[in-house]
């Protein structure tokens, strides 16, 4: 029941100009976890294109994985062979044979098959060369040719599209064509068909939709890449994670290893227990930035493995050898040089050769990922973090401070940092909705002389690692905490950001997808709204229940202005389970806006979450509604309200 009488009076000082705060504070951390990067955001529709699974992905993959043979007649093999690749970094391939002239294919199921539309065109792609026409140890070739039909099929075998090739000649050659398939199909094969007696050698098999977000090659998945987009993301931390200091040594995420042609790319596995093939590398990464209008902000290894490796949990650092550093330091100097440096230095020209000549403008990067603050990991981040200081002082370099908010990792993160100076430190923590609640103040104490935050990871785990209403609730309490301490705390990301159902390692997540369907969560509306009115400085605010209300006092407010719109944004989130009335009085100077924009993400039950099955649980609800220099606000239950008014 809503009292007639306010609760509250908030205060909101629009007579000063406020403090400044960070314009940029909310942003997007992708990691390759959950199938976000292959079978998710990278638009390829072929699984293994490259031969490349084996056991040290995942213990029962091998190279066909995802691949079959069917001879539907004639006779024929699938065979591995490596003897003469397409590039080193691309070691295998496949070798089909046709002992007996009839139809040989070899069959890609996708990533849980390969979703098409009629209407759509898909482009194709595939290296083949003949070994031989034929029979193998014939005396004479046969021809100088064999066909290759490659083709979209159902599942049951029906032809969506078919496309030939003629393979003339013995040397690997790039062939590519567009099928446009008659009939949409959730759950399609790409098909490549040997019929004439001979052998192929067939590698890099790819298909994309020609419909990837901004028409992109090698791009992403447009609607996707959209829903990410419309989070207005104002930076995008990638690629991890754990994922960047990775299982070992021999699996840091190296980043020349992920640009220049895909296949000449070095693939690895992935430390969640499935293959990375890098398509979606530094390159489409910067490239994605851009689109997104956000800054990149990229994570390398501060030259120790991740202390989980080898399944240890927790005593598995490995760390560079000493001798190796001066070339590590080299290739981050690389990587700056490759991001910033003109089209005509070493490493700009192969952005220009890749079609960026102009600089991508890299202005962050993070060293290290909440590894363990062991000598090992002191000794070699202090010199890399000096010697770019030296080289790159206009790289603004982000330390870390381990996996918690508290414990031996982030007070020695923090005290490594202070005695470095390190600009800025990533914090991470996964707490419950209610942990997020008891720390509004966390940030309020911070020594404003020191090192600035990137809260580089984050997330409230409702019950059974869930995403509710109260855990996005919780993160928009917290977001309020964050702006009113946007001097401090410049980035904010909420981690992760992306999981394909049926291959999610870890919960929640702040989009879930299948192979056609994107799925929000309610912490998605929460990062949305807030990125959406953001603001640049926050203006002082009290606020204070009355002496006579019983009301609890679970709610947290900011209240910020955009300089560039002159809007002011005022930000209520709610916990209670009942409406409330907040005085609302505008102190300082007139309020010339008669009516405001309310924004206003609510629901009855704090335990709902948005699920594939009911992805629109809880939207935001946009209204306008009159507005003075002090008015009753009513604030609904278990709510963030956003309070927007246009130029005041
Ligand atoms: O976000 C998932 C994982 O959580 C990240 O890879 C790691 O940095 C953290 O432990």
Redo the contacts with the bound molecule.
């Keep these: 029941m809503l009292s007639a009488q306010p609760a509250f009076d908030l205060v909101i000082d629009t007579g000063s100009p406020g403090k400044a705060i960070s314009r940029d504070l909310v942003g997007i ?1 992708f ?1 390759d ?1 959950n199938y976000a990067a292959d079978g998710g955001l990278y638009a390829e529709l072929i699984q293994n294109r490259s031969f490349e699974y084996g056991p040290l992905d995942h213990t029962d993959w091998n190279s066909f994985t995802s691949w079959d043979l069917v001879a539907r007649s004639g006779k024929g093999s699938l065979v591995l062979d490596g003897a003469f690749p397409l590039h080193p970094n691309n070691p295998h391939y496949a070798v089909l044979e046709v002992t007996q002239p009839g139809e040989i294919a070899m069959v890609n199921a996708g990533f849980d098959g390969i979703p098409v539309q009629a209407g759509e065109k898909y482009d194709l792609t595939v290296f083949t060369r003949y070994l031989y026409t034929g029979g193998r140890w014939d005396a004479k070739k046969s021809s100088d040719t064999l066909p290759l039909i490659a083709r979209l099929e159902t599942r049951e075998g029906v032809v969506l599209a078919e496309i030939s090739f003629t393979v003339t000649t013995p040397d690997w050659t790039r062939f590519s064509a567009s099928f446009a398939p008659s009939a949409s199909c959730v759950d399609a094969r790409l098909v490549l068909i040997a019929r004439d007696r001979g052998g192929f050698a067939v590698d890099e098999v790819s298909l994309f939709p020609k419909n990837t977000f901004k028409g992109r090659a090698n791009g992403l998945r447009a609607d996707l890449a959209q829903t990410i987009a419309d989070l207005k993301p104002r930076f995008m931390r990638f690629p ?4 960047v200091h990775g299982n070992g040594l021999p699996n840091f995420y190296r980043w020349k290893d992920t640009i220049g042609p895909v296949e000449q790319r070095r693939h690895q596995s992935n430390l969640w227990g499935y293959h990375q093939s890098v398509g979606l590398g530094y390159y489409e990464f910067f490239q994605f930035c851009e689109d997104l209008g956000a800054l990149p902000l990229p994570v390398v290894p501060a030259a120790v493995s991740c202390q989980n490796s080898g399944h240890t949990g927790g005593t598995g650092q490995q760390c560079l050898p000493l001798a190796d550093l001066p070339a590590y330091i080299q290739d981050l100097c690389d990587l700056i040089e490759w991001a910033n440096g003109p089209a005509s230095s070493p490493w700009g020209a192969k952005r220009a050769a890749a079609g960026h000549p102009a600089p991508f403008g890299l202005k962050l990067l993070g060293v290290g ?2 590894d363990h603050i062991t000598p090992g990991f002191r000794e070699r981040f202090r010199i890399i973090h000096d010697a770019l200081r030296e080289k790159h002082p206009e790289i603004t370099l982000i330390g870390t401070a381990g ?1 918690a908010p508290d414990g031996e990792d982030f007070e020695q993160g923090w005290k490594f940092a202070n005695e470095l100076k390190v600009a800025m430190v990533d914090e ?1 923590y ?1 707490k419950s909705p209610q942990w997020f609640w008891d720390n509004l103040a966390r940030y309020d104490a911070y020594d404003r002389t020191k090192s600035k935050v990137y809260l580089g ?1 984050y997330a409230a785990h409702d019950n059974k690692r869930r995403t509710t209403l109260r855990a996005a609730l919780a993160e928009a309490a917290y977001l309020t905490s964050l702006e009113r301490n946007g001097d401090i705390v410049t980035f904010a990301s909420y ?2 950001l992306l999981a394909k159902r049926g291959h999610t390692q ?1 919960n929640p997540n702040l989009i879930y997808f299948t192979n056609t369907g994107v799925f929000p969560t309610i912490s998605y509306q929460v990062q949305r709204l807030f990125a959406l009115n953001a603001g640049d400085h926050v203006l002082a605010t009290s606020l204070k229940s009355r002496p006579e209300s019983t009301a609890p006092a679970d709610l947290a407010v900011s209240s910020v202005r955009d300089s560039h719109t002159g809007d002011l944004i005022l930000k209520v989130v709610s916990a209670a389970s009942e409406p409330l009335l907040v005085h609302l009085v505008f102190k300082g100077a007139t309020i010339l806006a008669t009516t405001g924009s309310l924004t206003v993400l609510t629901a009855t039950d704090p335990s709902v979450s948005s699920d594939f099955d009911h992805p629109d649980a809880v939207l935001p609800a946009q209204s306008t509604i009159p507005v003075s220099a002090a008015f009753d606000l009513r604030v609904p239950p278990h709510s963030l309200t956003i309070l927007r008014l246009a130029n005041p």
Aim: charged fraction near 20%.
């Design positions: 951390f990691e976890l991890g994670g754990c994922l990922n909440e996996p991470h996964y990871e981690a992760p870890w």
